[in-house]
């Protein structure tokens, strides 16, 4: 599962108790740095790399926030800021016409397809589609920040969701390609 690696700072960051948001944003951090390397040394580009790198920043502020300021009225809305951090990096990956799926999706597809149009486009469906989880989430999480189980739900639900939808509409687009 790619998408849980490509996501799992986000995971640690959300599975640690709250009263301990430095030190979950402080693993998240690691976790990612982890992540970045392990890309790097399989020899994987940038592209690979989209959402660790956001998430390495995120979660650098965030731990200087959260240790300066443990109290800091920031501290309820991390979930909703963490959400809105994930679709402004997805926004930006599809306004440079370089969806973050790309990287991903090159992972397990033969270059040769790399490059067609339809690729192109089934990861530009899929990354829409993780960015308005990501809104979404952002968005019901800022509502919900008081509501811990409220707020965990909304936290699996936007990320299941699209990595149900990834798996389903690549199996669609695969047997389609293969009909045709």
């Known amino acids: 599962m790619t998408y849980v690696r490509t996501f799992l700072p986000w995971i640690v960051y959300a599975v640690v108790p709250s009263g301990s948001w430095q030190w979950g ?3 998240a951090l690691v976790v990612a740095f982890i ?3 392990a890309q790097v040394r399989a020899g994987r580009g940038a592209d690979a790399v989209i959402i660790e790198i956001g998430s390495t920043v995120f979660f650098a502020v965030l731990a200087a926030i959260a240790f300066a300021d443990p109290h800091s009225g920031l501290h309820p809305y991390s979930a909703a800021l963490a959400n809105g951090t994930l679709a402004v990096i997805a926004l930006v990956s599809l306004a440079v016409r370089r969806p973050f799926t790309l990287g991903i999706a090159r992972q397990t597809t ?3 397809y ?3 149009p ?3 486009r089934v990861n530009t469906i899929i990354t829409s589609v993780w960015t308005a989880s990501f809104v979404v989430a952002a968005v019901v999480l800022a509502v919900v920040h008081g509501n ?3 707020t965990v ?3 699996i639900a936007a ?3 699209p990595i149900v939808f990834t798996q389903r509409y690549v199996s669609h687009v695969q047997s389609r390609a293969q009909r045709a």
Request: net charge negative; no cysteine; aromatic share 8%.
């Open 159 to 161: 990320l299941v969701v």
């Open 114 to 116: 790399w490059e067609l």
């Open 153 to 155: 739900a909304v936290q």
């Open 148 to 150: 811990l189980a409220a």
């Open 110 to 112: 033969p270059r040769e």
């Open 35 to 37: 992540l970045i390397a």
């Open 25 to 27: 944003a402080l693993a």
């Open 118 to 120: 339809a690729f192109v």
